[in-house]
């Protein structure tokens, strides 16, 4: 069975901060993971993802993940937070060969206050 | 280069109606998903289209239909409309490397 926890409905974090919003996964064989945002009213975007290679990897407007295989996490992170990273972000992971079915956490919402 | 579109991004439908969701893929991409996204909770996937047949089917019941055309968009049907279909339904389209891009959404309300 392959699945998404995120532990948080919500992160409250200061701007100038950094933050850091959790993931952990459960996926038969290698994982493939990934982080995406959604803004209100909006579709999601895609912000960065691991297939292989450096556990750490960066995406989009100064995002970075680190994937964490013995603790199976995949938490997001951002070294100093801005008002405008405000939203509710997914991770999804998918498994190697399952023709790109994705399996979402239920969304963590990230409110940066000024 | 355009993203991936649907139409409509609003609608308003009665129970027991049915509804038809379109969806225009990124240029280039070849494989179209579509995804359940209820209020509050994360995207569900409904189905996968390649080749114009479909290839993966998440758990939904066959109210849920699709179709792909030779120009790679796809169309969602959904029969028989209950309130709890009411959500946003998301495309998406998969790029070679295995990244999915989503497409704003439709908005469905069934009433």
């Known amino acids: 069975a392959q699945s998404v926890a995120q532990p948080e409905d919500q992160v409250n974090v200061a701007e100038g901060n950094p933050l850091t919003v959790k993931c952990t996964y459960s996926?038969?064989?290698?994982?493939?993971l990934f982080w995406y945002v959604q803004y209100p009213n909006r579709g999601l975007q895609f912000l960065l993802k691991y297939i292989t290679g450096d556990n750490l990897v960066k995406g989009s407007y100064g995002f970075e993940a680190e994937f964490n295989k013995s603790q199976t996490s995949f938490h997001l992170k951002k070294p100093s937070a801005l008002v405008s990273d405000s939203a509710l972000y997914f991770c999804?992971?998918?498994?190697?060969?399952?023709?790109?079915?994705?399996?979402f956490g239920s969304g963590t919402k990230l409110n940066v206050k000024p | 280069d355009a993203g991936v579109t649907q139409s409509p991004t609003h609608l308003i439908k009665t129970r027991g109606q049915q509804v038809t969701l379109r969806c225009s893929p990124k240029s280039g991409h070849d494989t179209v998903s579509w995804y359940q996204q209820a209020l509050g909770q994360g995207p569900q996937f409904i189905f996968q289209y390649y080749e114009e047949e479909e290839r993966q089917r998440g758990n939904f019941p066959d109210r849920f239909s699709g179709h792909q055309f030779p120009n790679y968009s796809s169309e969602l049907n959904v029969n028989a409309l209950l309130l709890g279909d009411s959500a946003l339904y998301l495309c998406?389209?998969?790029?070679?490397?295995?990244?999915?891009?989503f497409g704003e959404g439709s908005w469905l309300t069934v009433v």
């Open positions: 998406a389209s998969t790029g070679p490397e295995g990244t999915i891009y």
């Open positions: 999804a992971v998918r498994a190697h060969g399952n023709f790109n079915k994705f399996y």
């Open positions: 996926v038969s064989g290698n994982p493939y």
